[in-house]
């Protein structure tokens, strides 16, 4: 039987060593209530509670102890418990897991044994990875792309909760090493070395370890319920917890440069394309209201105001030129911040496929699964026959997306509804008309 007074100890020393040696990990660190929780595997945040089963912390050194709690701190940081929406949980935490492993690496710590690391995806966000990843296990389901299908096709230690086996995550071969078990790497000199596939020889997606510790979980607050303002509040309140956390280590002259920049930039962010996107496509849906139950953000004032029930979208055209090569981990990307953001609206999306001619529509809504496109390739441009099949089928959307690389000249007359062009970050020509959101 572990003595929890012991356990209890040993987590207060593993957060001190990190207040001493590490204070932007220590500081963020004592802002979490810890909580024995003999139903979770290891360890598991939500901004709020620093969960732990007690058995795994009796098992562990402090040093080791340390380092996850420091890898659940820069989940909180990257603000990974605040940006799931409607993704799988399991394949959320391991494209988080993967986003914050080089991080980890050069704040000092040591990677937990077998934990997920690949060089190709240091500096990217967790969106583009669960994109990448889900991607590939779409691929090998046939494009079936369920949420069970995504789940399924992960270890079981993978998922939250889950138990301690050592399954493939998926059979994908010859790309990012991954880090030994119990490897330091400290040094930029110092590489994660290869390790073996699975007993048949498959490998894993990207030679990922499957064994992942540590769980990212939901801020206790997104109930499902909360709305974009509402969210936007606890995204400040972190970033105030953040920025006082990061001063204090910099004046202690203890803060890893590559961390410092990523916080830099999430206090102050410029506006990505995901936020363009997001802000072009939300400015046309109309919003419902209801007074039950009525806004919170008010009632402390004595305010009594309706609270958004639901927005309405409508019809929306996504038109993908297929004339050339198309960036597939740029497409990936798109579709998977155009679902997110379209599963929030009541919408259907009409998808053409158009290179000098077009197709017909294939028609999505909220209740299908999430949004994978590998349109094929094809001949010449020309931007008019896309825009005539969308009058012709009667269709009066909200707006138009058009992802191209704007190699064409070919334009129609301007529509009536608002489009938005979507171009790879090299793209240097301008359309006559609508807006442009540059994609890197």
Known sequence: MTAPDAVGRKLVRARMELVLGHPFFGAMALRLTPLADASCRDVWTDG???????????????????AIIAHE?????????????????????????????ALLVEAGFTLPP????EAAHAGKPAEAIYAVLAGEIDQRHGGGGTDAAKTS???????????????????????????????????????????????DGAGTLGQTPSRSIGEVRDHPDLDGQRRESEHRDLTDKLRQDVNQSRRAASAMGNMPAGLDRLLAELASPRLDWAALLRRFILARAVSDYSWSPPSRRHIHLGLYLPSPRSMTLGEVALVLDTSGSVDEELLAAFCAELGSILSACEARLHVYACDAAV??????????PPLHLSPPGGGGTDYRPAF????ADGLRPACLLYFTD?????????????????????AKERPPFGDVVQLD
């Open 48 to 66: 709020v509670t620093l969960g732990y089963n007690p058995l795994f912390v009796a098992e562990r050194g402090e040093d080791e102890i340390s």
């Open 73 to 101: 701190i820069l989940h909180l940081a990257c603000e990974h418990h605040l940006r799931r929406k409607d993704r799988d949980k399991g394949l959320w935490n391991l494209a988080c897991d993967l986003a914050v492993s």
């Open 114 to 117: 077998g934990h997920p690391f």
């Open 153 to 199: 096709a992960l270890p079981a230690d993978t998922a939250p909760g889950g138990g301690d086996g050592d399954t493939p995550l998926a059979a994908k071969a010859g790309q990012a090493e991954p880090t030994p078990s119990g490897a330091a790497l400290t040094g930029q000199d110092k590489q994660p070395q290869s390790a073996s596939g699975d007993k």
């Open 359 to 368: 197709g017909e529509a294939t028609v999505y809504s909220r209740a299908d």
């Open 388 to 391: 005539a099949k969308v009058e």
């Open 406 to 426: 704007l190699q064409c000249d070919r334009f129609p007359e301007e529509p009536a509804y608002p489009v938005l062009w979507i171009v790879p970050k090299t």
